[in-house]
């Protein structure tokens, strides 16, 4: 499927833009230089023809990502928050992609629920209404259960839709097989690795059980934190296309002016979202990875309630400290120990000067430091971040672009919603508790602790494993003829010796 005949579709794309009038404003709207901007129309123009015409009554750029499909639309979801990056007016214009696509009729909704519930529709709800909001991969129904009378809200994907994204991560692929392959220089980026990690993201959402269960997991994590909420899966509801949850009645996160009419208050939101993102990813190690304001409401009492859990990212442990680190460094502008924490964690070549890597730091950080509070961005900072760790060799972590992208659509969402937050002050109290639970003596105590149980588990495998160990060196010693090999063996019984005791030890303890 990755063969040349993508390459169709990566023309189709440029001139669908260039069809429907969004190459220029994207162009615009991205600053981009003129040299770029006459290459990208020049190579366009020939094959407009081609391209999608698009809902003509749609902006532009919305009219082209619509028209080209799920994949770019959900390109157009993450800009929609970032408003400091293509202007205020083509942000506002994309969120249109959030939650107000074009739907499918509510005949095959209807037909879709029965195939996978196997039941008929009217002896599962009693009232099932149009389609209240409709995204790139699935739509969404308010009903209310026969049984219960409980009003619920029923996700259902879209007819195709697995065998759309297919085609648009075919060409995903073979446009990153081909950047590889003409520019040598960007095989360190890993972008076949950036899409396979991608495609495994969007494998995930196109299956709604897991999203049920990604779900359940979230509110067990999330269960005690003040101002959040969830709604409630009702799993005997729910399948591979379809799934059922509690209603959630709120206002849009991204209605700024409703929200002032209720009374609420915009900037305890925009402080609450970016914390409860932090906590969520340092203390839990899973977040919720689409957290635009197309699946963020704000409930009567002030609660946010967040929902479409299709999209969940997962980082283990050390990874989590590592990351706290790096952002705990830059808050105290420890340019010396963020660049230490990149050579332990292996991200930067172990052959590169660490000390010329923290003046590099430096120089990324301080001017950010130095701005007025409404200038402050993530996502500048990534992007310099992003020129000096390829300056020096840094390869990109897929296990890390998930949080990275999420943060800075996180900052775009409570920047809508305070313009003059500054995300270092809002992000610090929640950085610094996880560093000091994290890394301190009570952590230290806790990992030896975990060490501990993991080798008890072995306990009574451990005499069958030293003898293996100590037959093994014998032979080793002997065959080499190597002289000092009562020594060798003495050190090698006393490492056995020595790992038996730990291992009793954490029994004793346990």
Do not use: C
Request: proline share 5%.
């Amino acid at each position: 499927m990755r063969g040349p005949h993508n390459i169709w579709r990566l023309i189709r794309t440029g001139a669908t833009f260039e069809r429907t009038g969004a190459m220029g404003v994207v162009l615009d709207a991205f600053e981009t230089p003129a040299p770029l901007r006459v290459a990208a129309r020049v190579l366009a123009w020939p094959f407009k023809w081609l391209g999608e015409k698009g809902d003509p009554s749609m902006p532009p750029a919305v009219r082209a990502l619509s028209a080209l499909g799920p994949a770019y639309i959900k390109f157009g979801q993450i800009l929609s928050t970032r408003p400091d990056v293509v202007g205020d007016e083509m942000a506002q214009e994309l969120r249109v992609l959030q939650d107000k696509l074009p739907a499918f009729s509510v005949e095959e909704a209807k037909e879709q629920v029965e195939q996978e519930l196997g039941l008929p529709i009217d002896e599962i709800f009693s009232t099932f209404s149009e389609p209240v909001a409709a995204a790139s991969i699935a739509q969404v129904h308010k009903a209310n259960l026969l049984e219960t009378g409980e009003t619920v809200a029923v996700k259902i994907l879209r007819p195709g839709i697995e065998r759309a994204f297919r085609k648009d991560i075919d060409a995903f692929y073979f446009a990153a097989g081909f950047i590889e392959f003409f520019s040598p220089a960007s095989r360190r980026l890993r972008p076949t690795d950036v899409i396979k990690h991608f495609e495994g993201v969007v494998n995930g959402e196109l299956d709604l059980r897991l999203e049920a269960s990604a779900a359940s997991e979230f509110a067990a994590n999330t269960a005690e934190d003040e101002g959040f909420q969830l709604p409630d899966i009702k799993w005997g509801y729910s399948g591979r296309r379809v799934m059922t949850m509690s209603w959630a009645e709120g206002l849009p996160l991204g209605d700024n002016d409703a929200l002032d009419n209720a009374g609420h208050d915009r900037v305890v939101l925009s402080e609450r979202v970016l914390q409860l993102f932090l906590n969520h990813a340092l203390r839990d190690g899973f977040f919720h990875a689409d957290m635009h304001q197309g699946n963020l409401k704000v409930a009567a009492n002030g609660n946010i309630i967040a929902y479409d859990f299709g999209i969940m990212g997962h980082i283990d442990e050390y990874t989590r400290r590592v990351y706290a680190e790096i952002l705990f460094g830059f808050i105290r502008r420890d340019y010396a120990r963020v660049a230490q924490v990149h050579f332990e964690a292996g991200y930067v070549p172990a052959h590169q000067d660490v000390d010329e890597f923290a003046r590099a730091l430096r120089a990324v950080g301080e001017p950010i430091f130095g701005m007025d509070a409404t200038r402050i961005s993530m996502g500048k900072l990534l992007s310099y971040l992003f020129e000096v760790t390829e300056r020096f060799g840094m390869e990109t972590r897929t296990e890390l672009i998930l949080l990275q992208r999420t943060m800075v659509v996180v900052e775009g969402v409570a920047r809508s919603l305070d313009p003059r937050m500054n995300i270092w002050t809002v992000a610090q109290p929640v950085v610094e508790d996880y560093i000091k639970g994290s890394i301190g003596p009570k952590a230290i105590l806790h990992d030896f602790a975990q060490t501990a149980r993991v080798l008890a588990r072995f306990g009574p495998r451990l005499p069958g494993l030293v003898e293996d160990a100590l037959i093994r060196q014998t032979q080793d010693i002997v065959e080499r003829k190597d002289r000092p090999w009562l020594g060798r063996l003495g050190w090698t019984t006393l490492g056995a010796a020595a790992a038996s005791g730990v291992i009793w030890l954490a029994l004793l303890v346990n």
